[in-house]
């Protein structure tokens, strides 16, 4: 594949902010050949983070989930239209209208769709803003919901059903839920958190059985308890879309698998949600579906395309949000361990963890500001790591 540079044309498969920052990315830095994007959902590029939040509650509109970066010169934007497939070899996508898009980069950011249980009932999931104009629409006062999957967007959505006046029951099989994304002490303070707020968990339990009942369900948990639900969200991960790439015979491990610069073939990258890059600081492959990971990852693919690659080692960085309080984390937490903590006021506090005396991770708890340092150390230590080459098979 040939024609790097700055007059290169480039394919975005993927109109959601990671594919949006790609082309961000690529013009700022001075990219000036064409650009088409292709976006299977009909709206420009948004933030998906306030579905669960303030969208979800009604604080926001649809406007303020736009990302202007729909305004950038000489970029086509084709929305409402999936790809379907590609021919690497002749270095074109074809997308579902028949048409053919050439190119000499090809960038892969297609995010992921959440993951379905095949339940015997309906359920609703949370990746789009017309699945949250429909969950939006059923959470009515004195509505039961129950969520399938108590992982951070389970238990952000339980927070803002909560704000709306529903009854939340939270079924989730691990008995303890957030440990291993939060650590024991930030997991225990955020599940208690929801119990003051009413929201019942079902923990190291799972849906065994259900019935349809009206527009909800009856369901039927291991544990034998048995829920009513008006509404039922389910909630147990998403999986990459990849499904148009089956053709290219590029590697598919739960995301398309690039190596330490993000690339999975030459000329053809993969950003955001849709990849599992080679992270040289880990020493393993990673997919991060974080927001800031989108930003970070395309900025690292534009510079790529540009002939300037440098390997993509971040420190992953993720937030979420649970009625006032916001919990950061940033790098490696260790699974069930405690770390050091450090308070401030108004029940702040920051916990950070370390292996042989040195610092892998950071969780905060309310302490936006404090955990500013924390992460200014993390991204010091990364300049240290080494860099380790992906396995040759
Ligand atoms: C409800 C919700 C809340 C979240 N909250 C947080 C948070 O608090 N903090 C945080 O760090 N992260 C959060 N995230 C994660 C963050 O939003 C994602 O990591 C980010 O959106 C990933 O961007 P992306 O562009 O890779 O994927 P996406 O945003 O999924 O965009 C991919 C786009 O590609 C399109 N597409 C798929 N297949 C095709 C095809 N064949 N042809 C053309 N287009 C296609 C899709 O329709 C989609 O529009 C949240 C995610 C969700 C869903």
Excluded at 38 to 64: F, H, I, M, N, V
Excluded at 218 to 237: C, K, Q
Aim: proline share 4%; with cysteine; aromatic share 6%.
């Amino acid at each position: 594949m040939t024609g790097g540079g700055v007059d290169s044309s480039v394919v975005v498969v993927g109109a959601g902010v990671a594919g949006a920052s790609t082309v961000q990315a690529l013009r700022r830095r001075g990219h000036t050949g064409p650009i088409v994007v292709l976006g299977a959902e009909s709206t420009g590029p948004y933030e998906r983070p306030p579905l669960a939040k303030g969208y979800l509650r009604g604080d926001e509109d649809a406007s303020t989930l736009a990302s202007p970066t729909s305004q950038l010169e000489g970029v086509a934007w084709h929305l409402g239209s999936s790809v379907i497939g590609t021919d690497l070899d002749a270095q074109w996508v074809m997308d579902e209208h028949g048409d053919r898009h050439s190119f000499d980069h090809l960038v892969v950011a297609t995010g992921a769709t959440p993951r379905r249980l095949n339940l015997p009932f309906g359920t609703l999931t949370l990746r789009t803003v017309s699945d949250a104009n429909e969950l939006k629409a059923r959470l009515t006062p004195g509505a039961q919901l129950v969520v399938v999957g108590g992982g951070f967007l389970g238990f952000e959505v339980a927070a803002t059903a909560r704000q709306l006046g529903v009854e939340v029951t939270v079924v989730e099989l691990s008995s303890q839920p957030f440990a291993d994304r939060l650590g024991a002490r930030a997991a225990g303070a955020l599940l208690a958190l929801h119990c003051a707020h009413g929201v019942r968990i079902e923990a190291g339990t799972r849906v065994i059985d259900g019935e349809r009942r009206g527009d909800g369900a009856v369901i039927e948990l291991a544990n034998g308890e048995t829920l009513d639900a008006d509404v039922v969200l389910e909630s147990v991960g998403a999986v990459p879309d990849l499904s148009w790439l089956t053709s290219a015979g590029l590697e598919q491990e739960s995301g398309l698998l690039c190596n330490q610069y993000c690339e999975a073939a030459p000329g053809v990258w993969a950003v955001g949600d849709a990849a599992r890059f080679w992270h040289s600081g880990y020493a393993r492959y990673v997919r991060l579906e974080h927001r800031t990971n989108a930003s970070e990852q395309a900025a690292a693919v534009a510079a790529g395309i540009l002939g300037k690659r440098n390997r993509y080692a971040p420190v992953p960085f993720v937030w979420t949000d649970h009625y006032d309080t916001r919990i950061q984390i940033a790098g490696a937490i260790a699974a069930v361990g405690l770390g050091v903590v450090d308070h401030h006021d108004n029940g702040a506090w920051v916990e950070t963890f370390h292996q042989s005396g040195d610092l892998v991770g950071g969780v905060a708890w309310r302490a936006i500001k404090e955990f500013q340092s924390c992460r200014r150390d993390l991204l010091a230590r990364a300049r240290e790591w080494p860099d380790v080459d992906p396995p040759t098979s």
